[in-house]
């Protein structure tokens, strides 16, 4: 039974992921675990009200795609970044694949963000599947 981690944030890019993860697992057969991270000290009630609709979302789009599915909610500090978070609980399900949704960064962009895509093709502990947004 496979195991497909996939990074979802509630953008075009973590849409992209989730869907081709749900395509992945149907495949493969096996489980999907949803990493859906957020900084400590982030306690807008706002921002908390709206990614707990879009995870419920999500929920509804992986209930009623029939996958088996498992989210996990990850409160990470500022030393932590989502790629190292991603990177662990792979590592952590013993994960067959991971899953990402990428887009076009500029070369300024990169150098001043960093690229977590990058980090996570170079550090998950199996093969990964970067997927662009229509």
């Known amino acids: ?14 849409e992209a992921a989730l869907a081709a993860a749900i395509a992945e697992v149907r495949l493969r057969g096996g489980r999907l675990v949803v990493v859906s991270a957020q900084r400590e000290g982030e306690s807008d009630p706002e ?12 929920r509804e789009r992986l209930d009623a795609a029939g996958v088996e599915y498992v989210i996990h909610q990850s409160v990470i500090d500022i030393d932590v970044d989502a790629a190292d978070d991603l990177v662990q609980v792979a590592r952590e399900q013993g994960s067959d694949l991971v ?3 990428i887009r076009r960064r500029t070369p300024t962009g990169k150098l001043i963000l960093g690229s977590q895509a990058q980090r996570i093709l ?3 502990p199996c093969p990964v599947l970067a997927v662009k947004p229509e």
């Open 1 to 14: 039974m496979a195991t497909v981690v996939v990074g979802f944030v509630p953008k075009p890019e973590g």
């Open 47 to 58: 921002w908390m009200a709206k990614t707990e609709a879009e995870l419920a979302a999500a």
């Open 99 to 101: 899953v990402i949704g």
């Open 122 to 124: 170079l550090d998950a």
